[in-house]
């Protein structure tokens, strides 16, 4: 039987060698097992199931993650996400015929979107503090407060739904949608933000100093408030709404594409733009301050005392602008055909085409000599039916006359402190103790010993009311554990609100404060140099370590307020006077465990300026296929692909490659953007992932058809082997088993008809240093092994074998390499006994 089958090997052996001419085995990927996925996102919590394809009949499978805090994956290869982070999960596939494969997905687990709709301050705080929120919706019809704190919430689409509620916000957003509020009420102090207006019924008062990069106002039919006292870069209105603009600061446009009512005011001397297109024919058009307004459709403008230098362009076939002058000057009016005049005093329509016509003389009750719509009076006049306030309202809030003393306003903000002392933040100064009512759950009552104003040494900025005050309340007695109720009889109002804790959480939080009094309290920081001008740098740079400090703890610590200053000791060190808000427990209001437990330690903490930058190297482009680009990977670093026009925000790293090992690349070290678009110029971003401060970018990359729809990489750490003594095959002296290490890769996408595979050539046999002429092959059942094949059998002798390693990609039906790797040469010698 041994025989025949050398007979028989012999007999295949030559056929193969008379039919085909050459050398080379192939070895054809597609024939060997597959995973279902080589890369996968999941979300906390959710599954997702890896299969195993072409492994064939009676194939053993054993999953495995290298990570288990990160995900886990069962017998049946059902992947679980279990906390944020990248994990390999590893099949181990053993083939009937004895062939061992291992396949490997990388998967990154991240945190799942949240959204989440909050009713009250506290709640807010919260959902602002938990990094999985990506929408979070303000939703009561309770007349409230919100205080949103200064912050980037640049991951966070914020929805307003509180028809009875007043908003101040210092904290920048995704995105903010007002679907409802207070007539009176949207106080903006953030830079930046876009706000969309959806509401009936809305003001919007963005802050000196604060700054919108647009208000889009879309709600037909409503009433619309905007004074800017400082900066609004657009303003779009897409309805037909009547929208009263307030600048005392500075409005970039405002684009009307819909037959709106618009009027316009304030103390601003530079002229405002106001473009006006075709879909907004009918719009009106009203300025008491100066405009550079620019006409597509029939439009009204009525221009009154103070909107001297404004300037009029028709820009569309049908365009018409019927101007109303009440100013002391002429307007002038820009057409193709030249430019019109409109005296003062007088009324006149000019067309696209320069033509003047309805030319009238504006009697002295039209002419309003003020203010226009929710301006001021003169003459007694009131113009548009507006305020009969003195001039511009500009940045200031007008007096709300308020409710009747019988309504009740939910306060959010009350913290105990001790269990004989609490704060409250209240917006009216408290002047009598005694209207205090604190109670706790069976209705007793707690008697205020003492009552101390938190912000009587402070001043309010310029311009702005003292509206919010903070008290701090000693009780007579203490207090017990338990639920209280806090309720103040206003002049107008009647305040309430509801605090809770435990003995438990009083005893977490003093325990955190003791922590933060040693290991925060008092230290040096180093900070980068920038933070030397900049005191709110530096907080914001303590904040993030108090923060993280107190997540390592199992409790919240941030910084509460920081001196205005730096103080400078005799030795020249440079210090800061803090305050730390310390909180034992962590969650939701709702949660029955949450307590309203909290302490201030106020201390110095000291800074150099000497930190450095993290360094961050510039992304290296190794391969641009038609689709996708390869960049060469540096440990420690996160790489995000954007449009060449794009610069990343805090969403695009949110999904970038973070490389923290050698798992979460190839076995090249690169990584592959892919899916990408032919004709489009891309740029790569690559920062720092522990201090994500420096991002650094590559040079614009566009893809054309003349790079290659496919790369391929193959190598070895292990070219040279001595397997000392073997022997042939039980099955088949005339083959030899040899253990080969390869590491491959390929990039771009396969092309149609092709398919991707391991070849051979180049085989040389050297027996006792004579070259073996004939019937060599080399061939490789599996990823781990190769075999090499003699005709002539293997005799005693030693032997070198040399062979060429090709990963490639090749056609279906010929079979002819149309790409393929580098060659990788192994060397490897044996004796045969």
């Given at each position: 039987m041994k025989n025949m089958k050398k007979v028989f090997a012999f007999v295949?052996?030559?056929?193969m060698i008379l039919t085909t001419y050459q050398p080379t085995a192939t070895y054809a990927a597609t024939k060997a097992p597959t995973i279902s996925a080589k890369k996968m996102t999941l979300q906390v919590g959710s599954k997702k199931t890896l299969t195993v394809k072409k492994a064939g009949k009676n194939a053993t499978l054993k999953w495995s993650s290298s990570k288990k805090s990160v995900a886990t994956v069962s017998k049946k290869g059902v992947v679980k996400a279990v906390k944020a982070g990248t994990a390999n999960v590893k099949c181990k596939v053993v083939t009937k015929s004895k062939k061992h494969y291992t396949l490997t997905c990388k998967v990154t687990v991240k945190n799942a979107a949240v959204s989440k709709t909050v009713s009250t301050q506290k709640a807010l705080a919260t959902a602002l503090k938990d990094k999985n929120v990506k929408n979070l919706t303000i939703k009561t019809d309770k007349e409230v407060a919100f205080?949103?704190?200064?912050?980037?919430?640049?991951?966070?689409?914020?929805?307003?739904?509180?028809?009875?509620?007043d908003v101040v916000n210092a904290g920048t957003f995704k995105s903010i949608n007002i679907k409802a509020i207070k007539p009176n009420t949207w106080k903006e102090k953030a830079k930046g933000n876009t706000i969309t207006v959806t509401a009936d019924d809305a003001r919007i008062v963005v802050e000196a100093g604060a700054s919108l990069s647009k208000v889009t106002v879309s709600q037909e039919g409503g009433k619309i408030k905007i004074e800017a006292a400082g900066t609004i870069d657009a303003i779009q209105i897409d309805a037909a709404v009547d929208v009263s603009l307030a600048v005392d600061g500075t409005v970039g446009e405002v684009a009307v594409s819909a037959p709106a009512k618009v009027a316009v005011e304030g103390k601003t001397t530079a002229a405002i733009p106001v473009k006006v297109e075709e879909t907004a024919k009918g719009a009106d058009v009203t300025s008491s301050t100066p405009v550079e307004v620019k006409a597509a459709t029939e439009i009204s403008l009525n221009l009154s005392k103070g909107a001297e230098g404004s300037k009029v362009e028709t820009t569309g076939e049908n365009a018409q602008v019927a101007v109303k002058n009440d100013t002391t000057d002429v307007i002038k009016v820009t057409t193709p055909a030249g430019t019109q005049e409109v005296a003062k005093d007088t009324t006149s329509k000019v067309d696209n085409t320069g033509k003047v016509t309805d030319t009238t003389t504006n009697t002295s009750g039209d002419n309003n000599g003020g203010s226009t719509s929710g301006g001021s009076t003169s003459g007694g006049n009131t113009s548009g039916g507006g305020s009969a306030s003195g001039g511009s309202t500009g940045g200031d809030v007008t007096p709300d006359p308020g409710?009747?003393?019988?309504?009740?306003?939910?306060?959010?903000?009350?913290?105990?402190?001790?269990?004989?002392?609490?704060?409250?933040?209240?917006?009216?100064?408290?002047?009598?103790?005694?209207?205090?009512?604190?109670?706790?759950?069976?209705?007793?009552?707690?008697?205020v010993a003492e009552l101390n104003d938190m912000y009587?040494?402070?001043d309010a900025e310029d311009g702005e009311e003292d509206t919010w005050q903070r008290y701090m309340i000693t009780f007579a007695s203490d207090l017990t554990p338990g639920e209280y109720t806090f309720s103040y009889t206003g002049k107008e109002k009647i305040y309430q609100g509801e605090f809770k804790f435990t003995s438990e959480s009083l005893a977490k939080t003093e325990a955190a404060a003791k922590k933060v009094q040693k290991e925060i309290l008092g230290q040096t920081y180093s900070i980068q140099e920038k933070g030397k001008d900049d005191v709110s740098y530096a907080a914001d740079q303590l904040d993030k370590i108090a923060y993280a400090y107190g997540q390592e703890n199992d409790f919240w610590a941030g910084v509460y307020d920081y001196a205005d200053a730096y103080t400078t000791s005799e030795d020249g060190t440079i210090g800061l006077e803090v305050t730390i808000r310390v909180q034992g427990e962590i969650g939701a209001r709702e949660d029955e465990a949450y307590a309203d437990v909290v302490q201030d330690l106020t201390g110095m903490v000291y800074f150099t300026f000497d930190k450095q930058p993290a360094e961050v190297k510039v992304p290296q482009v190794i391969f641009e296929t038609q689709t996708s680009i390869v960049v060469k990977a540096e440990e420690g670093q996160a790489y995000v692909c954007l449009d060449a026009d794009k610069t990343p925000d805090e969403d695009d790293w949110e999904d970038a490659f973070y490389v923290e090992g050698a798992e979460d690349v190839d076995d090249f070290g690169n990584i592959e953007f892919d899916k990408l678009s032919i004709g489009k110029s891309y740029r790569i971003w690559s920062r720092n992932i522990k201090e994500a401060d420096v991002e650094e970018k590559s040079d614009e990359i566009t893809l054309t058809e003349k790079n290659p729809q496919i790369v391929c990489l193959a190598d070895s750490d292990k070219k040279v082997l001595n397997l000392g003594t073997v022997t042939t095959s039980e099955e088949d002296d005339h083959v030899i088993q040899i253990p080969r290490s390869v590491k491959i890769s390929n990039y771009g996408q396969v092309p149609e008809n092709m398919y991707l595979h391991g070849e051979t050539d180049n085989v040389v046999l050297m027996k006792d240093g004579q070259k073996i002429e004939s019937g060599v092959s080399v061939s490789l059942p599996h990823s781990d092994l190769a075999e090499v094949y003699s005709v002539d059998g293997f005799e005693k002798g030693e032997y070198t074998l040399t062979y060429d390693y090709y990963y490639c990609c090749s056609d279906n039906t010929t079979h002819q390499r149309a790409v393929g790797s580098q060659a990788v040469t192994y060397q490897v010698t044996f004796t045969i006994e």
């Open positions: 295949l052996a030559l056929a205080n949103i704190p200064s912050g980037n919430y640049g991951k966070v689409n914020l929805t307003v739904d509180a028809p009875n509620a409710p009747t003393p019988s309504e009740t306003y939910t306060l959010n903000a009350l913290h105990l402190f001790a269990t004989n002392q609490m704060d409250v933040e209240i917006p009216e100064k408290i002047t009598d103790k005694d209207k205090i009512e604190v109670r706790d759950a069976d209705g007793n009552l707690q008697k009587a040494d402070e």
